[in-house]
């Protein structure tokens, strides 16, 4: 089965750190574009961050941009999200998303909760 795995989410204080992971099952990242997106209650979702597979290039929204970082395992199929300096408009549902022509898959979301 072709999916996306991720885990890592859970309940922080503001100013803590969190790292979401999304593993690939039953296919490789090979020449994805890959994206993490959140979406927050009664909100839109929205993209964060993604990989250019043409350039190799890091797009990060404003708003996360210098407190989260997306990496990649390639030996292991996994990315990651890493957050830092969280805040409590950080608070959504996190999820990854692979896109290559015709074929997109997306993780199966995570809740992320940043409150005192």
């Known amino acids: 089965q072709l999916q996306l795995v991720q885990s890592g989410g859970g309940l922080v204080q503001p100013g803590g750190s969190l790292r979401l992971s999304c593993a690939a099952s039953g296919f490789t990242f090979d020449h994805y574009a890959i994206g993490w997106f959140r979406q927050a209650p009664g909100k839109e979702r929205k993209r964060l961050s993604c990989?250019?597979?043409?350039?190799?290039?890091?797009y990060y929204a404003d708003s996360v941009k210098g407190r989260f970082t997306f990496s990649r395992d390639n030996a292991n199929n996994t990315v990651y999200l890493q957050m830092n300096n969280l805040k409590p408009e950080d608070t959504a549902v996190y999820f990854c998303?692979?896109?290559?022509?015709?074929?997109?898959?997306w993780g199966q979301g995570i809740q992320v909760t940043v409150s005192s």
């Open positions: 990989f250019n597979t043409n350039d190799g290039n890091i």
């Open positions: 998303n692979a896109i290559k022509d015709a074929s997109t898959y």
